[in-house]
């Protein structure tokens, strides 16, 4: 199952804050819903953290999570073609940790800014395929 669902245009600015999201298929699942922000939350023991897709999921904050032990990937933004993918969004502050794949996968995402995240052991680390704009601040 899914911890947090939005999935619809009808779903946006949204706050998720300071919760626990433990044991899911998806802990976060966001399409085609904008503006929603995830601060402060624990996302751990899933199998994939938070996944964003199409081009209706625009300008999300991603803000000082706990996202960690999950065994496929901690955020992953997608989308299948250039004008159907996920931009203008936030990910900051962010602490990823043993998870099992990616720490940070974008595919077909642009204009998304990767601030000041701290991610340690994890294998395949962080991947950006046909991305664009983005600002990674270290």
């Not at 023991?45 to 199409?54: A, F, H, P, Q, R």
């Amino acid at each position: 199952g899914t911890g947090i669902t939005f999935t619809s245009t009808a779903y946006n600015d949204n706050d998720v804050l300071r919760c626990n999201i433990m044991n899911y298929s998806y802990a976060i699942f966001v399409s085609n819903s904008n503006l929603n922000t995830f601060k402060y939350n624990n996302i751990t023991g899933n199998s994939k953290g938070i996944y964003v897709e199409y081009s209706s999921s625009d300008n999300d904050k991603i803000v000082s999570n706990n996202i960690s032990n999950n065994t496929d990937y901690a955020i992953y933004f997608w989308g299948n073609t250039w004008s159907n993918s996920p931009s203008n969004n936030l990910i900051q502050d962010n602490f990823i940790k043993n998870n099992t794949n990616y720490g940070i996968r974008l595919e077909y995402s642009h204009n998304n800014d990767i601030k000041n995240n701290t991610l340690s052991n994890i294998i395949m680390g962080s991947i950006f395929k046909h991305t664009s704009q983005m600002v990674i601040i270290r």
